[in-house]
């Protein structure tokens, strides 16, 4: 079976405190590794998609990495406003469904 | 990145009665939309992929003559949930994907409150 982990659990930042978040997967057949964030009580919003090992997205204070057994988002430099659960969902086998991780919790503080 | 319109938002009704939630890829054609319920602090629970034109695949444990399905068109697929319980009260989501490996987009959600 498919599964996802994201740790930590949740994570609690200063303004400018670089840090990052760990999706660790264990899939048959990876097609694609799907980074979201959402705000409480929205639905996701995209952020990257991952397709091979090695393979870098960047996007302001966000970069996502991918390997064969994990994937980081790294937040440098964040800003309060960079708070709110980002979740790692992955694409596998012959199927189009997302399976989702349970979410990193991120909170920056100015 | 494209734009997928859930409504209601928010919705509130009784026990025993049911409750449409209608999904709309805006600004490109959905071969494949996704439903989602989500519990308070805990992450995303697949439902069921519906494919335009064809019948909904649902996930095990989910009651399919109680949570119905329809994707009638490449823009439109919608929720009924029937004879609705306060065990129903939760935050539905929906996404919408244009191709095979290609990102889903997610609506802004729908609170059901059932009383």
């Known amino acids: 079976e498919d599964q996802v982990t994201q740790s930590p659990e949740a994570l609690r930042l200063q303004e400018g405190e670089s840090s990052s978040l760990n999706c660790s997967y264990t899939?048959?057949?990876?097609?694609?590794l799907f980074w979201y964030r959402q705000d409480p009580g929205k639905g996701p919003e995209f952020l990257f998609t991952?397709?091979?090992a090695g393979e870098e997205k960047e996007k302001e204070r966000l970069k996502a990495t991918l390997t064969k057994k994990e994937s980081f988002l790294h937040i440098t430099a964040p800003k309060p406003e960079d708070s709110a659960t980002y979740l790692c969902a992955v694409q596998a086998g012959g199927f189009q469904k997302l399976v989702f991780g349970t979410g990193t919790r991120l909170l920056v503080s100015p | 990145g494209a734009v997928v319109s859930q409504h209601p938002s928010r919705v509130i009704c009784k026990s025993g009665t049911s409750v449409k939630i209608e999904c709309r890829s805006l600004d490109f054609q959905a071969t494949t939309m996704f439903w989602y319920r989500q519990f308070p602090k805990q992450s995303l629970m697949l439902m069921a992929t519906?494919?335009?034109?064809?019948?909904?695949?649902?996930e095990q444990g989910v009651e399919k003559d109680k949570f119905l399905i329809n994707h009638a068109s490449l823009t439109l697929s919608t929720l009924t949930v029937t004879s609705a319980h306060p065990e129903d009260s939760s935050f539905y989501i929906c996404?919408?994907?244009?191709?095979?490996?290609?990102?889903?987009?997610f609506g802004q959600g729908t609170r059901l409150t059932v009383v």
């Open positions: 899939v048959s057949g990876l097609r694609g």
């Open positions: 996404s919408a994907s244009w191709r095979e490996l290609a990102e889903a987009f």
């Open positions: 519906s494919n335009e034109g064809s019948k909904a695949t649902y």
């Open positions: 991952l397709y091979s």
